[in-house]
């Protein structure tokens, strides 16, 4: 599986970007997928994740109500809409997927196996 993320950019606080995130190498269907963000010196969070079927989406309390994530699957992207940043959002986002997992896990970190690499976030005055 081959993910490609892209849409990072700087922004100033209170306005909204949109990442996207293109997968290759297996049926999309197939795939549960997830956002991903590392701060410099922090450990790397996770702040969305989408079902294989799109019906089931994770947030952590500290993401809900600003974040979306969601799929288009005849286009194989993922998407994350980020709402009302802040400067605290800043951080290189990742996406990440995983095939045929529960629904259970989608929160969970360690379940991702594939990953694509990083796009910037930058949220300043």
């Known amino acids: 599986v081959q993910l490609q993320a892209s849409g990072g950019g700087s922004v100033q606080p209170g306005e909204s970007l949109r990442l996207s995130c293109v997968a290759s190498g297996r049926s999309f269907s197939d795939l549960s997928t997830g956002w991903f963000r590392q701060a410099p010196g922090k450990e790397r969070e996770m702040v969305a994740a989408i079902s294989r079927n799109g019906v089931t989406t994770w947030y952590p309390d500290s993401i809900k109500g600003r974040f979306t994530i969601s799929r288009d699957d005849a286009a194989t992207t993922v998407y994350l809409q980020m709402n009302s940043l802040k400067s605290l959002d800043t951080a290189v986002y990742y996406c990440?997927?995983?095939?045929?997992?529960?629904?259970?896990?989608?929160?969970?970190?360690?379940?991702?196996?594939?990953w694509g690499q990083g796009t910037q976030v930058t949220v300043s005055s």
């Open positions: 990440a997927a995983v095939p045929r997992i529960i629904t259970s896990s989608l929160g969970t970190p360690s379940s991702y196996n594939y």
